[in-house]
């Protein structure tokens, strides 16, 4: 298998790749590396071949993780991209850049509490079940306008965007990624604050290419980097 900083340069050729025929700068598309179930001495060395930003999914391996003494003293952004539930946002809340699955009102009322608690301003999107796949975690499309209504007022947390992941089909995943950015688009027509509304986390190692042709601004990686799991 290739190295790691191999694997890396390869998608950023295929980001660069994929932004040039979408008429898009490579630069509005930021890989974040899956590194859950891999070991630090792995993220060492993404970090090392240039990484910075890294997605966690469970709390405690995150917590261990983050605190490994080959890690703790580099700054790394580490993204939280699994599914939260709201005891344990606790545990991370002033340790993320970015959470990416708030999947319910009553999630971000904790994330939003412990912020206030913290004194800090959390960045946060919101997760949507774009494919209607039941054993998925997101809100359904037709929730988001009306659920947004109630987090734009909660304090000390930011909505940046929607993430989504979609079906293993590329023709439906192609759809299900234009329906988050019609999605995003319809929630900046309602926000006060549209320039904050930027984000669309989408697209995995088996269909980043056209989660790019169709906006993604943030990119999920993890095979394609360190090899299955």
């Known amino acids: ?9 390869d998608i950023h050729e295929q980001i660069k ?21 891999k070991p630090a001495s792995l993220v060492k060395e993404a ?9 966690e999914s469970y709390v405690q ?9 080959l890690l703790d003293r580099i700054p790394i952004e580490w993204h939280f991209i699994g599914h939260l539930q709201s005891n344990k946002v606790r545990f991370i809340i ?3 850049t970015l959470v990416h699955g708030i999947d319910r009102i009553s999630t971000a009322e904790e994330l939003s509490k412990r912020a206030v608690q913290h004194n800090i301003q959390v960045d946060y999107l919101l997760e949507v079940n774009t494919s209607g796949e039941t054993s998925k975690y997101g809100m359904q499309p037709d929730e988001i306008a009306a ?12 909505l940046r965007g ?20 019609l999605l995003l688009d319809s929630l900046k027509k ?18 980043f290419e056209d989660a790019i042709h169709e906006g993604a601004t943030m990119i999920r990686i993890g095979s394609a980097i360190f090899g299955w799991r």
Do not use: W, Y
């Open 190 to 207: 309602i926000s006060s604050n549209p320039e904050k509304l930027t984000e669309l986390s989408m697209g995995m190692s088996s269909d």
């Open 17 to 37: 790749a994929a932004c040039l025929s979408a008429g898009r700068e490579s630069e509005t598309v930021r890989l974040i590396a899956v590194s859950k179930t």
């Open 94 to 96: 002033d340790k993320v």
């Open 162 to 181: 929607l993430m989504t992941i979609a079906s293993p089909d590329r023709v439906k995943a192609r759809e299900e990624f234009r329906n988050l950015r």
């Open 47 to 55: 970090f090392d071949a240039g990484q910075v930003a890294f997605g």
């Open 61 to 69: 391996e995150f917590l261990d993780k983050s605190q490994d003494p």
């Open 1 to 9: 298998m290739a190295s790691i900083a191999v694997n890396i340069r």
């Open 147 to 158: 659920a947004a209504e109630t987090l734009f007022r909660m304090p000390n947390i930011t």
